[in-house]
T-cell receptor, first 112, second 115 residues
Framework: GENVEQHPSTLSVQEGDSAVIKCTYSDSASNYFPWYKQELGKRPQLIIDIRSNVGEKKDQRIAVTLNKTAKHFSLHITETQPEDSAVYFC???????????FGQGTILTVHP | DTGVSQDPRHKITKRGQNVTFRCDPI?????LYWYRQTLGQGPEFLTY????????KSRLLSDRFSAERPKGSFSTLEIQRTEQGDSAMYLC?????????????FGEGSRLTVL
């Protein structure tokens, strides 16, 4: 089955800096890679996703890149704000009914 | 609120008791998932329904766990003879019909504490 590794486990940045979170996956058949944000005590919510037929996708301050050959994908957040502070999860899947395998999560703290 | 709703939000029980969680997905979503999340970890897949059919179960789902979606709408997850290791957040999610994997809409979760 799929295995998704995520790092770093914690990331601390100053407001306005960029943040990068990286994930690797094991199943070359995986074709869908979403990123979820989970604030303390809240539900995970999708912030951006990418499919295997593209290498990069942007949405305002957030971008995701995918390297299928190396089997890794990354989340980039620019001009970070305190409200970006949360736990971020990457996931891989798409081969089986939409079942996703999640990474272990990254606690992002943005200091004002 | 037309999002995914779960009930109860919190459940404290003694070891050996049975518990049942309910999930009401977004009405037009025919796909429903149960995930389990422990502290400091990402959600782990438990099971998947398409309409009323349970199409996949994780090996994490022991014989003490059973899930149903009898009419293809709401779903229940029952844990029999609970153990302390069952303590976790149980997340339900739903997604739109279609061939491609898409966004999972999660509920707020049901937090289980087994004493």
């Amino acid at each position: 089955g799929e295995n998704v590794e995520q790092h770093p486990s914690t990331l601390s940045v100053q407001e306005g800096d960029s943040a990068v979170i990286k994930c690797t996956y094991s199943d070359s058949a995986s074709n869908y890679f979403p990123w979820y944000k989970q604030e303390l005590g809240k539900r995970p919510q999708l912030i951006i996703d990418i499919r295997s037929n593209v290498g990069e996708k942007k949405d305002q301050r957030i971008a995701v890149t995918l390297n299928k050959t190396a089997k890794h994908f990354s989340l980039h957040i620019t001009e970070t704000q305190p409200e970006d502070s949360a736990v971020y999860f990457c996931a891989g899947g798409g081969t089986s009914y939409g079942k996703l395998t999640f990474g272990q999560g990254t606690i992002l703290t943005v200091h004002p | 609120d037309t999002g995914v709703s779960q009930d109860p939000r919190h459940k404290i029980t003694k070891r050996g008791q049975n518990v049942t969680f309910r999930c009401d997905p977004i009405s037009e979503h025919n796909r429903l998932y149960w995930y389990r999340q422990t502290l400091g970890q990402g959600p782990e897949f438990l099971t998947y329904f398409q309409n009323e059919a349970q199409l996949e179960k994780s090996r994490l789902l022991s014989d003490r766990f059973s899930a149903e979606r009898p009419k293809g709408s709401f779903s229940t997850l029952e844990i029999q003879r609970t153990e302390q290791g069952d303590s976790a957040m149980y997340l339900c999610a739903s997604s739109e019909p279609g061939q491609n994997t898409g966004e999972l809409f999660f509920g707020e979760g049901s937090r289980l504490t087994v004493l």
